[in-house]
């Protein structure tokens, strides 16, 4: 019940809060509204008095001081008749140079005043004085307040000769300022630069208001210019206003608009008494409905980030397929290529034993030749285009592997920590690709790691893991291998870790990386069917987590460190199909070498009819997949119609769809890829010829 009554005091403490600053913000609207409203009116007098002005100025053009006062009773009722149509205004009075009238609109004859001790007439003692606007005055011939908007006249010569005053009665203002208040607690001033109040309500202006330098109207508009807003205690009714002031383009003028703090308050009151008084189901109402609305933009918000995460994938996979049409278009040519420099290279190796100049300048080209093709299996890789051969492994093996081979090339600065849980699950992917995934990450962390004395630590855990919904980085729900590898290297700032998986993005000196190392990781587990999550903090270091998902399968396959040694033929005869026929020669020659009879095709066509030359003895058929017309997929499907014991090796640059689904090799599939290695052809040859006569 407490837990309740706090909830609910909490809600309507937040409501109350929030129904404040509406109430408040719509004061500051109605303060806003009615401000611009008065403002219009103030400049639609003043622009009547500048036309009454432009008026008056058309009649003494044409008259000297003599002739208007001689001309009194013409003039009197052509000003009168001006003011007449201009109700705001009270009168219009000529002045002459002494300060004495000439002509008046609202009297007749002009009375024998001297006004020249008035601030209006004083003011326009001075060359530049243009529009003045005098303050709160009472009439010398009695009657109400007023305040006057004088200029200088000139006579027929264009020299000055007098004064002309419009006499502004203030109740014209309040008149209008009391209607646009409607009884409510707002008042509406205008009031001169140095603090004199001209018009004002409810407290009508007087010749004794003005308003000092400490009040809150002089000091706003002194620290913020032409507008401000601003609350303290009038200084004149002696009740604290929220205030805001505009200032009239070309006159020394403010009009003020303002409401009564204490009526903010009161309608806010108002408003929590109602909600005190209708209690417990109006506040339940209110919960339930704004419960209700969260829900929905919680709904909406989630949906939003829901698209932008699928935009996101499909902007990343749209990238892929651009990079994987680069690649594939080049990777078949370029590795037909590599094949012919890097097969004759070796033939060059076995015949010139002795030379050991030659020897060494081979292997140089061999090492950059070997360089060319990881760049091609690199890309491939990250557009997932590069075929798998996934098997069910203990990932630990691998890292065993990885870890000798790292311990020998890290140096022995780098320490190396491998744990592995007792209890880890088996994953099925291609043992090649990972161990390739792990040395790219190894490299890229002793990169990372400063060079100073003092071992640094790289480090691999394997284990198990269950995601049980979906994770913040898309990782799908689902049982995974988890391989996490740390480093304690400098870390990477946000801007690089957004960028880090983008082919050829390196923040590495020229020439110390290609760019492509993290790009195969992240493409070969992603093709696995894996994910990549990275975290990495300035000074901290990096940490790398692999997920790859649980095989079904349930042992693992042993894996053996593979052969160099070239291993010779029997004199089985093989077929070679392949239209480049510098690869097709260079496989002719080192088949030869290793002891095999050869036969070679440029296209499926010709190997069809070699095939079903049941005299020829072919053993195995030795087909690249891309080729015009007819590719090797459909060749070896025709080949094994008519013999179907044949055993068939693929071999390719780029594999395409012909036999790879969904990025894996299909079932019975055993292929080999360029550039092909003599001692990985000579085992693969003599494991599938071996098996062959074992099921005979």
């Not at 209607?179 to 001169?192: C, D, F, P, V």
């Not at 008084?277 to 949906?303: K, V």
């Amino acid at each position: 019940m407490a837990a309740t009554v706090l909830g609910a005091l909490f809600v309507l403490s937040v409501a109350s809060l929030e129904h404040y600053r509406f109430v408040s913000t719509s004061a500051n609207e109605r303060i806003s509204r009615s401000l611009d409203i008065a403002v219009e009116h103030t400049n639609k007098v003043f622009e009547e008095i500048e036309i009454l002005f432009a008026s008056v100025e058309g009649i003494t053009r044409r008259q000297s001081s003599e002739s208007l006062k001689a001309d009194q009773e013409h003039l009197h009722e052509a000003v009168e008749e001006m003011i007449g149509k201009a109700p705001d205004l009270r009168a219009i009075w000529l002045f002459d140079q002494s300060g004495r009238p000439l002509v008046a609109s609202s009297v007749f004859p002009a009375p024998d005043l001297n006004n020249s001790d008035r601030d209006y007439f004083i003011a326009q003692q001075n060359p530049d004085t243009g529009t003045f606007i005098g303050k709160i005055l009472i009439p010398k011939i009695g009657g109400p307040a007023f305040f006057s908007v004088s200029k200088k006249w000139h006579d027929e010569t264009g020299n000055v000769a007098g004064v002309s005053a419009v006499v502004v009665p203030p109740a014209a203002f309040e008149k209008f300022f009391a209607t646009l208040s409607a009884g409510a607690s707002a008042s509406h001033a205008i009031i001169r630069e140095d603090g004199v109040v001209l018009a004002r309500y409810p407290v009508p202006a007087a010749p004794e208001i003005v308003l000092s330098e400490n009040t809150g109207f002089r000091r706003a508009t002194a620290a913020q210019g032409r507008t401000a807003k601003y609350t303290t205690v009038s200084a004149v009714d002696g009740l604290k206003r929220r205030f805001e002031v505009r200032h009239l383009a070309h006159l020394p003028i403010y009009v003020t608009s303002s409401l009564e703090e204490m009526a903010i308050w009161r309608e806010w009151s108002q408003w929590l008494l109602l909600q005190l008084a209708f209690g417990a189901p109006t506040l339940g109402l209110i919960l339930w409905l704004e419960y209700l609305a969260l829900r929905r933009t919680n709904q909406f918000y989630a949906e939003v980030r829901r698209r932008e995460s699928a935009e996101a994938v499909v902007r990343q996979s749209q990238k892929l397929e651009a990079i994987g049409q680069l690649t594939g278009g080049i990777a078949h040519d370029f590795n037909n290529l590599l094949s012919i420099v890097m097969g004759n290279l070796e033939a060059v190796l076995r015949r010139t034993s002795e030379d050991e100049k030659t020897q060494r300048q081979v292997r140089n080209a061999l090492t950059g030749a070997e360089r060319a093709a990881q760049l091609v299996r690199r890309l491939l890789a990250f557009a997932r285009r590069q075929p798998l051969d996934p098997k069910p492994i203990d990932v630990s093996q691998v890292m065993a592997q990885v870890a000798g081979l790292l311990i020998r090339s890290l140096g022995e600065q780098i320490r190396i920590d491998t744990f592995r849980a007792p209890d880890l699950w088996i994953t099925d992917v291609d043992p090649v690709e990972l161990e390739a995934a792990l040395i790219n990450l190894a490299i890229n962390a002793r990169d990372a790691m400063p060079k100073e004395e003092g071992s640094r630590l790289w480090q691999a855990t394997l284990c198990s893991t269950q995601i049980s919904v979906p994770a913040p980085r898309g990782l799908a729900p689902g049982e995974y291998v988890l391989i996490s590898v740390a480093d304690e290297g400098t870390g990477m700032k946000p801007w690089v870790l957004d960028r880090v998986f983008e082919p050829f993005f390196t923040t590495k000196a020229p020439g110390a990386g290609s760019g492509l190392g993290l790009s195969q990781v992240y493409g070969f587990i992603r093709q696995s069917a894996g994910h990549v999550v990275i975290d990495s903090r300035i000074g901290k270091g990096t940490t790398v987590q692999l997920y790859l998902p649980r095989s079904k399968a349930t042992s693992p396959i042993l894996l053996e460190d593979p052969s160099r040694e070239i291993l010779g033929g029997r004199g089985e005869t093989i077929l070679i199909v392949e239209d480049d026929r510098g690869v097709r020669e260079h496989l002719s020659e080192l088949l030869g070498e290793m002891g095999y009879s050869v036969l070679v095709a440029e296209h499926a066509e010709k190997a069809l009819e070699f095939i079903g030359d049941r005299a020829l003895g072919i053993d195995l058929l030795l087909t690249d997949i891309v080729m015009p017309g007819m590719n090797g997929r459909q060749l070896a499907e025709r080949a094994l119609a008519d013999r179907p014991g044949l055993q068939v090796l693929f071999m390719t640059g780029y594999a395409r769809d012909a036999i790879v689904h969904q990025g894996r090799l299909e079932s019975g599939v055993i292929l080999i890829q360029k550039p092909i290695s003599p001692p990985e052809l000579s085992s693969r040859l003599r494991s599938m010829l071996d098996s062959q006569r074992i099921h005979a």
